[in-house]
């Protein structure tokens, strides 16, 4: 059975600080996804890494795959407020493109001025 | 349409009682998928259908529960009996089959309370 798991669980930042988000995984995958969360609202897609040593950025965020090691990070760069919600990682099935995502606990992620 | 749809976002019902959701996905999606999320947890696979099959119903939590779905198109998720711990968020998505690079596209979601 597949399992994730993300730590921290809960990160507490300053503004203007990096740091970074780690997901693990159990079985092996080339599909993961990363995704936010607001409170009381759904999961907006942030990025979906595909392939061993796959590297996406957008704004503050990037994110990364070493499937060998069954692992991805999400790095955050000097944080701002707006960035504070709660992070999921998702791993989907290797091979496929479709199917079943498995998702971590999330990361609630607070940046405070 | 234009992004996925669910109804009702809220849902208040007595314990006992049979509740219907409803997922509309983003037209030209095969791919459906319901996930369920209790407060302060993380999103929990209830069942994924390929255009109006089921090939994993695995996370259904017990025969109380049941999903159907029309064609490519509207899928219900059946709760019948309702317990107290159905109360969580249902999120349902859908995807592209082969369009992995896109991600999947989550709803907003149906609050449902158990009182």
């Known amino acids: 059975e597949l399992k994730v798991e993300q730590n921290p669980l809960f990160l507490s930042m300053q503004e203007g600080k990096n740091y970074t988000i780690y997901c693990n995984y159990s079985?092996?995958?080339?599909?993961l996804y990363w995704y936010r969360q607001d409170p009381g609202k759904s999961l907006e897609s942030l990025f979906v890494l595909l392939s061993n040593g796959a590297v996406k950025q957008e704004g503050r965020l990037m994110a990364s795959l070493d499937t060998k090691a069954r692992l991805s990070t999400l790095h955050i760069t000097a944080a701002v407020h707006d960035l504070s919600a709660t992070y999921f990682c998702a791993v989907g099935r290797r091979g496929t493109s479709y199917g079943k995502l498995t998702f971590g606990q999330g990361t609630i992620l607070t940046v405070h001025p | 349409g234009a992004g996925v749809s669910q109804s009702p976002s809220n849902k208040v019902t007595e314990k006992g009682k049979d509740v219907e959701l409803r997922c509309d996905p983003i037209s030209g999606h095969t791919a459906l998928y319901w996930y369920r999320q209790r407060l302060g947890q993380g999103l929990e696979f209830l069942i994924y259908?390929?255009?109006?099959?089921?090939?994993?119903k695995s996370g259904l939590p017990s025969d109380r529960f049941s999903a159907e779905r029309t064609g490519e198109s509207v899928s219900t998720l059946t709760i019948q009996r309702t317990q107290q711990e159905d109360s969580a968020v249902y999120l349902c998505a859908s995807s592209s089959r082969g369009q992995a690079n896109y991600g999947y596209t989550f709803g907003s979601g149906t609050r449902l309370t158990v009182v």
């Open positions: 259908f390929q255009g109006n099959s089921a090939p994993d």
């Open positions: 079985t092996t995958s080339d599909r």
